[in-house]
């Protein structure tokens, strides 16, 4: 069952040879690195492996768009993950490094073409985060890192028949797997 406001969870076609990179915030690592993995092991499963040269770890969240932007414009990259947890603390400091973050992503994206894909929780409590960042197999119930792998390959998809190319599952991205 889906829950409210999350995708549909529904078949989706392998994107044999699709190149995705990473951009790890080294900011709460072992949740970030969770996502990545859980990301990495979807992406294999949909026959878009991660090559370890396209994964890249930074200091936090609002490194995160630069890097991004700089494999984006790479020819031998078609989308880009973005992974990190900013906390709710005293101050508005969270709100701004998010914001920064997101804006970021989105101009990146649109500069160059390349999806960028959001993967920058903002939660509350470290509890929550646990629970969004991790497969339910380590504790956690959202296992963001599958999501947005599911979601950059979707996107490729849906890309791939806008755009006019060539290919089968350009036609048919939800066909069984």
């Known amino acids: 069952m889906s829950r409210q406001g999350s995708p549909i969870e529904r078949p989706l076609a ?6 995705v990179a990473m951009v790890v915030s080294e900011f709460h690592a072992e949740l970030t690195g969770a996502m990545q993995r859980s ?3 979807e992406l294999a499963r949909l026959e878009a492996p991660i090559d370890e040269s396209l994964v890249a770890w930074v200091p936090g969240s609002f490194e ?3 890097v991004a932007r700089a494999f984006a414009r790479r020819d031998d990259v078609d989308a880009v993950i973005c992974f990190g947890l900013v906390l709710r603390g005293e101050t508005s400091h969270d709100h701004w490094v998010a914001a920064g973050a997101q804006e ?3 101009q990146a994206s649109l500069e160059t073409d390349t999806p960028i894909h959001f993967g920058v929780l903002t939660c509350n409590t470290l509890e929550q ?25 979707a996107t490729l998809h849906a890309l791939r ?3 006019g190319e060539s290919g089968a599952d350009a036609k048919t991205p939800t066909s069984a797997s």
């Open 161 to 163: 028949l806008a755009r």
């Open 39 to 41: 990301a990495a092991a």
């Open 64 to 66: 995160l768009p630069l």
């Open 14 to 19: 392998p994107l044999p040879g699709a190149r």
């Open 104 to 106: 970021g992503m989105i």
């Open 129 to 153: 985060a646990r629970a969004r960042a991790l497969a339910p197999e380590e504790g956690g119930e959202q296992d963001k890192g599958r999501e947005l792998a599911r979601g950059a390959v």
